[in-house]
């Protein structure tokens, strides 16, 4: 059994650091007890087996998540006979349109996937949830914090226990209630699994988990170009000349060993070889050919007290004269060696690592802002979207390949980032119009190669959590709530920082932050909240929903289809966590980039200039998803929350009474 | 991580019942929650720099 040294570099996080000495007697150890526990264990798993399968229906089932798959799309490209394989699937079984969650986001629909049950019930409502005291965003599905033991030897700080990692989504996934029963789940980067719980199967995490740094995914830009220009996801630094090529230094994690934590750094160096260069960090050397991303590179970064942390990175040369400029992607976690626990078991990641090669880590590993801010173009994008689901699709056929009986559920996001980046071209001529169309028709390749691992005892379902739509103008309600007199800036201004820079919270009744809703500012809930919770709120509620949905664009378009009170939505524990409001915006519209990090602009409505120009953040009705299935479904309105009733209905277990969705087999 | 707190066996029936009807999916579930918002109540929020920096990269939001 390998014991990784599982340490973390990040923001306000720590190592854990066991010893390597008792490392090594604990991995004899267990070793030793695996190998004469083996006979037993088989034996046990055996009759397990015979007793967990009894009532079941099917031996095994597939889930095939293609993020953002839209019914639209989809079934005009099936109507012209583009997309064979789901069409031979929507014939042989079911197509239908899959109701989504409110709101119609991932983290928020594939919980709901995972759970059977409403988001105030496992409690993810967004991208981003807020603190109560300072009003600051954080990521709503995990924590990562720091170690709580920690021995100090002068300004040594050396972690004795591993960092507090914590995944926020409550109740329950239907592969752990599989797993108790002995049913076992291959379950491969469905979001909001960071970090990955301990059940009866092996799990890859996915959405939310951090890069080396702790950030979301931040790329780097080495350039000779000496201007300054500040990214607001990536971080340039100078290449300098030298005689034989560039020179350079990669920035990597902040080392915690010590206090005050300085930036660990590698220099690297750019040899001329003729039309190409020879890519030299430390001992590994590599070609970095103009427009062809290098396999991935592993980084080692050693901290003050000798302990290497490893990530990884691809490189991308995107000009090379006369400036020279080379792209760096986010510093993922090393799947062969993770800082921070990826996998469960733990040694999954790094058998994936070892058997299909290295491979992306971070939540979302398809670097959208790297195209946003034009650090790469829309071919090297693209390159890079489809490597990681030549990655993705690796791991999903190994896991086909050697289950013969369980769930396999794998969640591909190419299908999401591609077309948030391409929208605006399918209506264009440019070379980059038929870009979704050919994404659409490789994930119909997939759905053949799922097919195959198909036979009479398995249960196919190839389902999407969202549709898509188009992103032209943002709203921020923010801004509009200054205008109406819900929200007020020091001083009287009329715009702020991010972060609600400059808010006077002694007077603001309502605030918006995240992608889906807004808040009230609400007396004994939030630290500095002003409108009594009862008949107070309700009225204001009701005061703001009426107004904001009669807002008008520029040109007299409604911006709103409705604006949703999340209390008349759904019940369960959770919800006094949700926002007050879900905005359901209309087709052509989401909250503006500025209004979702709670700035205020001067403008409420604004034009969309970026690249990624598709988006789901809208009314969901909208925008429903996809529910292909090599069975039978003979349901009204199927939901996403029925699916995980429908696996365990399907192995004959009785769906528990906290689950809100319905079987549909 | 997880460890064994005793609670005396009619609580612990009390709270099956309570945590059923409001739709946690266990008893652990629910003390959990209650408890966790009990604290947060008493807990310090992280530094903004912190906050912003975890954030950064997050495709949805700039």
């Known amino acids: 059994m390998i014991g990784p040294h599982f340490a973390y570099i990040g923001p306000g996080a720590g190592f854990a650091f066991f010893g390597s000495f008792l490392t090594l007697v604990a991995g004899l150890f267990m070793s030793l007890f695996s190998i004469l526990a083996w006979p037993f264990r088989m034996a046990r798993r055996a009759l397990l087996n015979r007793k967990s399968f009894r009532k079941a229906r099917v031996k095994k089932i597939i889930f095939l998540g293609l993020d953002g798959l839209d019914p639209r799309i989809t079934e005009r490209m099936l109507a012209e006979g583009k997309l064979p394989n789901l069409a031979r699937l929507a014939e042989e079984g079911s197509y239908q349109r899959l109701r989504t969650t409110f709101p119609a986001l991932s983290p928020v629909a594939w919980s709901t996937f995972a759970t059977g049950v409403s988001p105030a019930r496992h409690n993810i409502f967004d991208f981003l949830d807020r603190s109560l005291k300072s009003y600051q965003p954080r990521l709503s599905s995990a924590r990562v914090g720091k170690p709580e033991r920690v021995l100090r030897l002068g300004r040594l700080r050396i972690p004795l226990s591993r960092p507090a990692l914590e995944l926020r989504r409550k109740s329950q996934p239907f592969w752990a209630i599989l797993g108790k029963l002995g049913i076992s789940s291959t379950i491969l980067r469905v979001p909001i699994t960071f970090p990955p719980e301990k059940f009866e199967g092996k799990m890859l995490s996915a959405m939310a988990t951090p890069d080396l740094k702790g950030t979301q995914g931040s790329f780097s830009q080495f350039t000779t170009r000496v201007e300054k220009a500040s990214y607001e996801n990536g971080s340039r630094y100078p290449l300098r000349r030298t005689a034989d090529g560039f020179e350079g230094e990669i920035e990597g994690p902040e080392d915690t060993f010590v206090d005050g934590g300085r930036v660990l750094k590698i220099p690297f160096r750019l040899l001329r070889r003729g039309d190409v260069f020879e890519l030299r960090i430390g001992d590994s050397a590599c070609t970095l050919e103009r427009g062809e991303y290098t396999a991935w590179q592993q980084l080692n970064f050693r901290t003050a007290i000798g302990v290497k942390v490893s990530g990884i990175s691809r490189f991308l040369l995107t000009e090379t004269d006369p400036e020279c400029s080379v792209y760096m992607s986010p510093i993922n976690i090393d799947p062969e060696h993770p800082a921070l626990p990826i996998s469960h078991p733990s040694y999954y990641a790094m058998y994936l690592a070892k058997l299909l090669g290295s491979f992306a880590t971070v939540g979302m590993a398809e670097d959208t802002w790297a195209l946003n801010e034009g650090v790469i173009d829309e071919d090297a994008f693209l390159g890079q979207a489809y490597s990681i689901f030549e990655e993705r699709e690796a791991m999903f056929l190994d896991a086909l390949e050697s289950t013969r009986r369980g769930v396999v559920a794998c969640v591909f996001d190419t299908s999401d980032r591609v077309q948030h980046m391409f929208f605006r071209h399918m209506a264009s001529s440019d070379r980059h119009a038929a870009v979704i169309e050919k994404m659409y028709e490789r994930m119909d390749a997939l759905v053949a190669k799922a097919r195959s691992y198909v036979d009479s005892g398995t249960a196919l379902f190839v389902l999407s959590d969202h549709g898509f739509c188009s992103f032209r103008r943002g709203v921020n309600i923010n801004s509009w709530l200054l205008e109406n007199g819900y929200l007020y800036l020091r001083n009287g201004a009329k715009e702020s920082g991010s972060f609600f820079e400059g808010v006077d919270w002694s007077r603001t009744r309502a605030y918006a932050l995240g992608l889906s809703g807004f808040y009230l500012n609400i007396k004994d809930r939030e630290a500095r909240g002003v409108v009594q919770s009862g008949a107070e709120a309700q009225e204001l509620r009701d005061e703001i929903a009426g107004k904001l949905a009669a807002l008008r664009d520029e040109d007299g378009a409604a911006p709103i289809r409705q604006v949703y009170q999340t209390a008349a939505l759904y019940r369960g524990p959770y919800l006094e966590a949700a926002p007050d409001f879900i905005v359901g915006y209309n087709e052509g519209y989401r909250c503006s980039w500025e209004g979702a990090v709670g700035k205020i602009t001067t403008q409420v409505v604004t034009d969309n200039p970026k690249a990624w120009s598709g988006d789901h953040c809208v009314d969901p009705v909208l925008v429903p998803g996809v529910l292909f299935s090599n069975r039978k479904i003979d349901v009204n309105d199927p939901g996403i929350e029925d699916l995980a009733p429908t696996a365990l209905n399907l192995f004959g277990v009785q769906p528990p009474a906290w689950m809100e969705g319905k079987a549909l087999l | ?62």
């Open chain 2, 1 to 62: 991580m997880s460890a064994s707190v005793k609670l005396k066996k009619d609580l612990l029936k009390k709270i099956a019942k309570v945590a059923a009807a409001g739709g946690y999916s266990s008893p652990e579930e629910f003390i959990e929650h209650v408890l966790e918002r009990e604290i947060a109540k008493l807990e310090d929020a992280q530094s903004d720099e912190e906050i912003v920096k975890k954030l950064k990269g997050l495709g949805y939001i700039d």
